[in-house]
């Protein structure tokens, strides 16, 4: 050590990520879809000027180090932007999901501590739903001219009218970002991602056999920036200046497709649902899309189908399976194919790729089984998935969900996977009791207690059946109490009161009595057995 800081003291800001784009990729472009679907066309520059001009905005209203600042925005130039000021400033940013329940907005806002939110004017009405569970300092509109609704602020005035700042120097380990995961029963638990996990992560999402990010890159994320981090994408465009198309709220496959074909994307990412749509949508006009400059489609969140791997294999392009989870920030794993296979039949390709992956750089992984013993990696003997890495969460916002991490520094992932010999996974099951449906969570347990709090119901268990369009659906079987009546619709109506839409059961089962095991836990195997896709 000279003078001072050895190397390795050089903190990893998010910092260092958006001065990169600023200073080497100025030029590299930026192009929204707004909700109306005109296009707004920017550079990582100006965006990461005006983030330097937000902070200053945002500091005069109060916000300081450490404090929240919720964003509830779609995929928009805006939204990057506060992805490049609020963190170098010192500031958290917390994104929201607004397909969430109003009820769960308002927990979370209220549990995060927001001081101020930043809203799109599309979703004002969403906002007004959950406003009152929080008081926050001041509401930011996004709006296309510079007004603002009674009491809120306009986005763009503030922007314009202030002063860009000169970044302050960081701790690598102070809170960068933000986000709440659905929990299997009760309240979601908030994630905090460091500088030190984002700076990593970007790099390691950069990697060749990850998504292989360069400056000739165009990234388009239909992942919403309001998931995990939108995977990394875009600071992983930041560091390595590729351009960014950021989708807005429309994301039906033809939308999607002619974003793709017309700005020359390169590597794109998102849940199954969006690529099942897109596959019907080329194999029904195969030559209405130029989508020659695509290289990367990677899919997660939920299984990948080995039918769309095929699928968009007749098509030319490469789908790339990864795992993650908003725990890790969220990538653990990818599946490349490794070079020993590619000469391999067609059919242990696709059993190879239609795996979840390999831990990326730097993640490792083990799998216990019940006894609490690991696993060999010989692809017969079920675990649960363990991960620890330099970007999975230490715990949970105030101390939640202790039990998810074991006292020698791993995190439960709660999937139930085989390992092969190279140390790839296969996902088998989940031990928690969730539903995945297009990419989101619904849970199980919380729909349950609901439903049995319906006057005519005495048990009622929810599970996971397949489904084409959205990978999983819940479906209830209920066994309702003597001499009660009650038809679907009035369980859905009931239901409704508590939970979004999409996350009522589109089936209801009716069985006598729901059968139970010698502890008195709902069967669910014996009810996937009958009602859904055994041996899920
Ligand atoms: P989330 O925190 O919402 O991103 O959800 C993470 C969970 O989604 C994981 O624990 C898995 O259960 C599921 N998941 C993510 N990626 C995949 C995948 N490629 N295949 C199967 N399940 C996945």
Redesign the pocket.
Known sequence: MINGLSTDDYPLTVTSLVERAERFHPHRPVVSRRPDASIHRTTLGECSRRARQLASALRSLGIGDGDRVATLLWNQSEHLELYFAVPPMGAVIHTLNPRLHAEELGFIVADADDRVIVVDESLLEVFSTFRDAHAFEHVIVVTHDRSAPEGMLAYENLVAGAQPMTWPVLDERRAAAMCY??GTTGRPKGVVYSHRAVVLHSLVIALPDTLAVSARDVLLPVVPLF??NAWGLPYAAALAGAGLVLPGPRLDAVSVLDLLADERVTVTAGVPTVWMAMLNALDAEPHRWDLSALRGLA??????PRSMLEGYDRHGLTVL???????LA?LGTACRLPQALEHSTADEQYDFRSR?GVAVPLMEIRARNDDGALIPWDDTALGELEVRGPWVAAGYHRGRGADNFTSDGWFR???IVRIDERGCIR?CD?A?DLV?SG?E?ISSVDLENHLMAHPSVAQAAVIAVSDERWGERPLAVVALRDGATAEPQDLRRHLERDFARWQVPDRFEFVPAIPCTATGKFKKTQLRETFGDAGR
Do not use: L, Y
Request: hydrophobic share 35%; net charge positive; glycine share 18%.
């Open positions: 995961t659905s998931h995990a899919v997660g969140g939920a299984a990948v399976q990864m795992w993650g989870m908003t725990e969220p979840q992932t709660g999937d996902i989940r928690k995945k990419g969570w």
